[in-house]
Structures are given as C-alpha cells and as structure tokens.
Nanobody, 115 residues
Framework: QVQLVESGGGLVQPGGSLRLFCAAS????????MGWYRRAPGKQRELVAL???????NYAVSVKGRFTISRDNAKNTVSLQMNSLKPEDTAVYYC?????????WGQGTQVTVSS
C-alpha cells in the first residue's frame, strides 16, 4: 500500500509558475514509477509527466519544455515544476504510483490558470 498526498496547487496568472508536491508513505517509494496526471473539466484524465524508478522521464507533448518532474527517494517525494502556465493547464492534478499491477492515486490538487 502507498498513500499519496498532493500539495502546491492554486491560482496563477498565465505565464506564471507553480510547483506541485506529492508525499508518499507506506511502502518502498524508490521502486515505484511515479507520475502526474490531470483531469480538466469535461475531459478525460491524461498523463502529464512520468519518472521511472530508474529516473527516466517522459512528458506529454503539451507540457514538454515547460514542466519538469523530479523525485527525491530519500524524502519519498515527487514534484512537478510547472512554468509558462497556460489557461489550458487548468485541471485537477493527481499523483500516481505504479509498479506491475499495483497503482495508487492521491486525492488531487486544483491548478487554475487565469487572469
């Protein structure tokens, strides 16, 4: 079992930055692939960024070059640095931990990009 708690969401103007955090507990954090997903109003949940247990990263085309995912295995945390935010980045952002058939989700944190 893995428990995930997100933080860092909020309201930001277009062009601004936010950093999301996800704190994990309950299992060996370092063996999990960690991801950030988002669900915008009226849309399906989509993968934003992924970082594997080995440290490899992958990004959605829409955020590549603007967002950076990182993990700190010593602190059991994963973060998402979001720069040059756009209104279309507005969504609830979810932290995910996955390994083989096991997947765990946080409760989500709202990010709103608006002037």
């Amino acid at each position: 079992q893995v428990q995930l708690v997100e933080s860092g969401g909020g309201l930001v103007q277009p062009g601004g930055s936010l950093r999301l955090f996800c704190a994990a507990s309950g299992s060996i954090f370092s063996i999990y692939n960690m991801g950030w997903y988002r669900r915008a109003p009226g849309k399906q949940r989509e993968l934003v960024a992924l970082i594997t247990s080995g440290g490899s990263t992958n990004y959605a085309v829409s955020v590549k070059g603007r967002f950076t995912i990182s993990r700190d295995n010593a602190k059991n945390t994963v973060s998402l640095q979001m720069n040059s935010l756009k209104p279309e980045d507005t969504a609830v952002y979810y932290c995910n931990a996955a390994r083989t058939v096991y997947t765990y989700w946080g409760q989500g944190t709202q990010v709103t990009v608006s002037s």
